[in-house]
């Protein structure tokens, strides 16, 4: 089940930064809400996924969720650079995301 709510709290992290996007520095109410709620889902998630695996390896994919899925989302969603050097260095970060996994 850890592992589960880790994945829950990576993608906690990537709405969350997709919705702070949209809040335009929070000065739009329902983004800026939604940022807020999704923050805090993703710190609930990480907190009992923390019951069970090591702080490193759920620190380290928590993060790696959220990096690599956010440039993933602004590629995507905002038309953000897809160049080969953003795509290979988000592959880096899931090898070792996957990595991390591998050892645990």
């Known amino acids: 089940m850890a592992w589960i709510f880790l994945l829950i709290a ?3 992290e990537m709405s969350g930064m997709f919705f702070l996007k949209l809040s335009d520095g929070f000065r739009k109410g329902k983004p800026a809400i939604a940022a807020l709620v999704s923050g805090i889902t993703s710190f609930y998630f990480l907190s009992l996924s923390l ?3 090591p702080i490193g390896t759920a620190y380290g994919i928590w993060t790696g969720i959220g990096s690599a899925g956010t ?3 602004g ?3 905002f038309k ?3 160049s080969f ?8 970060i899931i090898s070792g995301v996957v990595g991390l996994k591998l050892v645990s």
């Open 10 to 12: 990576g993608l906690g």
């Open 51 to 53: 019951k069970e695996l």
């Open 71 to 73: 440039v993933l989302l």
């Open 75 to 77: 590629m995507l969603i």
């Open 80 to 82: 953000e650079e897809a």
């Open 85 to 92: 050097r953003r795509i290979f260095f988000i592959g880096c």
